[in-house]
């Protein structure tokens, strides 16, 4: 595992080619352990590679102050478990906001609603409305025809009238094999 040729390339031009020969050592003795650990705390080798690739190219942008120490690998494993405790909690705020979130589809209306829809729509308006403010607003006769400022008579003669004509339109043929 190594990090971008930009990054090295960048990171390298800095250090002396002594240093980063012991660099290379370092690097080369504890990136597997160190990146072990990060994948058993992430749970996911890629992610994990990624994290210690990071740690080890500013370790090495820092070489100087930190091969200093008694044991630079800490330092390279605290800051690969910093980011990736950093990575886990975004994820888990991405998380927790995606569970509060809403499906944006619904269920598409089935062949008999879509029937009922478009032989409502071929009714005359005052039936229409009628049917719908009866039968699936739940309004008495005496609701609509006060909403409508009509007589209760007329409201029943609205109803007689759209029912029988939504039943032509939603009427069902049945054939006889033979």
């Known amino acids: ?10 990171t390298a031009s800095r250090a002396s080619p002594a240093a980063r020969a012991d660099f290379d050592g370092f690097y080369a003795a504890n990136v597997d352990q160190i990146t072990a650990q990060i994948r058993a705390y992430v749970g996911d080798l890629a992610e ?3 994290l210690v690739a990071e740690a080890f190219c ?17 330092w390279v494993r605290r800051v690969a ?9 975004r994820a888990a705020v991405l998380r927790r906001f995606l ?8 269920e598409a209306p089935g062949p008999d609603r879509i029937d009922l829809e478009q032989a409502l ?22 609701e609509i025809a006060d909403q409508e400022g009509v007589a ?14 939504l039943a032509e339109r939603l009427r069902i ?5 033979s």
């Open 81 to 89: 478990w910093n980011l990736a405790t950093s990575r886990l909690r």
């Open 173 to 177: 043929d049945e054939f006889e094999e």
């Open 58 to 74: 500013r370790a090495l942008a820092r070489w100087g102050s930190i091969s200093a120490y008694d044991n630079p690998a800490t």
């Open 99 to 106: 569970r509060w979130q809403r499906p944006a589809t619904a």
């Open 48 to 50: 994990a590679e990624d």
């Open 121 to 142: 729509s071929e009714l005359n308006v005052r039936h229409r409305k009628a049917v719908i403010l009866r039968y699936m607003a739940g309004m008495t006769t005496a």
């Open 152 to 165: 209760e008579s007329t409201v029943r003669s609205w109803l007689t009238r759209g029912k029988a004509a």
């Open 1 to 10: 595992m190594t990090a971008s040729p930009i990054v090295q390339q960048s």
